[in-house]
């Protein structure tokens, strides 16, 4: 019965039995159980796991941390191969929970991108199933998962904090004011004039919006333009966008109040 409720008989064995008997021995007794829902509700419960149980979790951790509690369950695959070895199919909830965790807790993630440093993932959604129960949850077909549009600045993962964008809106929320090479985001200089060209990109394609003489007269024409396009984005906003349309909404207007 993996991914159904623990049963009042089945939560008594746990709680008399779960410190003296070991995961295996547990399995004997509560036989619609996997290893790892046993393992995963004996840290729930606060029951001590064996030193051979917690050297097993430490061995099998995702980036070390992340427990795949659906693991062994033949309705929860993660991925399928074919008759030569490769794959063919990967579980996108799968998929997504190990990319948060590789950003959080991979150094080699967080050292090529920085903004990741000091990011971590809620305790819920270090387990597979609670990250699976709510990304079925949420409109995710191609779209990126954000924490910090809801929560500007928030450095954790959880469903409290998240939901899913498509890129080019990722993109605008993403946009701030700071510099980029010698000049302002918007503006750049043109070799061929040596003066400032402004352009906006608008759903992915490169809109150009023409040479100043003076990067202020630039910028300000890149921030109207900037400004138009939010606005438009939020009177067209839908699910084909965001998860959530009306904190995305909110957090536009936010965004354009603060450019």
Known sequence: MPGYPWTTEELNIMNEHG??????????????????SIISK???????????????????LVYGVGINDLAGDENHVTKIVDSIGN??????FYTKWTSILRRCYSKKETCRWPQYKDCTVSDEWRYFSSFKKWMEQQSWEDKHIDKDILVPG???????FCLFVSQPLNNILHTNDHKRGECVIGVSIKPSTNKYQARISKNGKDCYLG???????????????????????????SLNDTSNVEATRAALLRHMELS
């Open 87 to 92: 794959i063919i199919w990967r579980c996108p």
């Open 42 to 60: 004996k840290t729930s419960l606060g029951i001590t796991l064996s030193k051979s149980t917690r050297g097993r979790i430490s061995s099998s």
């Open 211 to 237: 040479v100043f003489d003076a990067e202020e007269e630039a910028a300000l024409v890149y921030e109207c333009a900037r400004r138009e396009y939010i606005q438009e984005v939020i009177d067209n906003l």
């Open 154 to 160: 928030n450095k954790v993962y959880g469903k409290e």
């Open 19 to 36: 410190s003296s008997m070991t995961t295996e021995e547990l399995l004997t007794v509560l036989p619609n159980r996997t290893i790892s």
